[in-house]
Structure formats: structure tokens, C-alpha cells
């Protein structure tokens, strides 16, 4: 299964962070899944890859034709895949993935995972879609999904193949469900 994680490049100011995403990278490698990402060697990304690595996996990393991205490249990858946009590269993650996970990031993490869930709320993806919460990072934009719902602006079914949680067993169990 190809298990495409959107994080952050950097760690951020929260260890539990780093630990997530070491945590998801293992049970990615151990379980004979692969890992799409954006294919940086550091922070959230590098810590996910790293741990796939280590534990068995592939890594397939997307990368754009942007200098600064491309001088974080991850020199480890199983497959690199170049697009040329960033537009480019989120279209091709998607077309990869069989599950969607998102690690605390910055607002890119925020701009994929969003594509994603409008694309599930239309049903132009089925793919299994978690938000991995550690520490409560997500919190405030699950309250965001509740208010939407709640106004009458969405439907609680879009985002029925939606989670937010920091448990590795339940994401394991919901993502395998697919």
C-alpha cells in the first residue's frame, strides 16, 4: 500500500512531533508499505523517511523543479519522481496514494491534506484520510471540520473516511481498512 504523508520539512518546537513521525515511518517499513512524501532529508519528512528506511520500507519521494526544495532532497530515496510545479507534484501524490496521512506541518501540509478531504467530500478519491494529532496539533481544525458541519456548510459523510487521531492503532487499523 502506498501511504502518502504530507508534514512538515522542519521538527518544529514539540519532540512528540519527531517521535510521530518516527512511530508512523516504522510501522510503514515493518508492515511492507511504502512511503510517498515530498522527499526532504530534513525535519518531519526526513524523521518518517529515516524510519521507513530503517525499518524495511520503500520511499518514493516527489519533489518539484524548486531550487530550495531541491536542495533538501532526501539522498536515500527508493524512487525520486521530479515534476516540474508544485501543482505537478500534488497531482502525482495523489494519483500514488492508497491511504493519506498528515504529521503536524505548515500551511503546505494544511493546503494538501485540504485537497484531499475536497476530493474525498466528491468521491474522486476513497483513500482513507488521517489526521495523525499528536499533542492535539489538529485540535483547532477539527473544530474548524465541526463548525463547517455544524453551519450547514458540509455534510458530516464528507468526511466519513476522515480521522484525527495520535493512536499508531487506530490509524493502523482505519488506514488497513481501506
Not at 128 to 142: E, H, M, S, W
Not at 151 to 162: A, D, I, M, P
Request: proline share 3%; with cysteine; hydrophobic share 40%.
Amino acid at each position: 500500500m502506498n501511504i502518502v504523508v504530507y508534514c512538515g520539512s522542519t521538527s518544529g518546537n514539540n519532540e512528540k512531533f519527531t517521535e510521530s513521525a518516527r512511530t508512523l515511518g516504522k510501522w510503514i517499513g515493518e508492515n511492507g508499505h511504502t512511503l510517498v512524501y515530498g522527499g526532504a532529508s530534513k525535519g518531519l519528512m526526513g524523521a518518517v523517511s529515516d524510519s521507513t528506511l530503517e525499518a524495511g520500507g520503500k520511499v518514493i519521494g516527489v519533489l518539484p523543479d524548486v531550487p530550495q526544495i531541491q536542495e533538501r532532497k532526501h539522498h536515500g530515496l527508493t524512487e525520486y519522481i521530479e515534476t516540474a510545479t508544485m501543482a505537478e507534484r500534488k497531482a502525482k501524490m495523489i494519483e500514488l496514494a492508497d491511504a493519506f496521512v498528515a504529521l503536524p506541518g505548515g500551511i503546505g501540509t494544511l493546503d494538501e491534506i485540504t485537497e484531499v478531504m475536497a476530493l474525498g467530500s466528491l468521491d474522486i478519491t476513497t483513500c482513507p484520510i488521517v489526521f495523525f494529532n499528536t499533542d492535539g496539533y489538529y485540535q483547532p481544525f477539527k473544530g474548524v471540520i465541526d463548525n463547517v458541519i455544524n453551519n450547514g456548510l458540509g455534510q458530516k459523510e464528507y468526511f466519513r473516511r476522515v480521522l484525527f487521531s495520535e493512536d499508531m492503532e487506530e490509524i493502523a487499523e482505519f488506514i488497513s481498512k481501506k
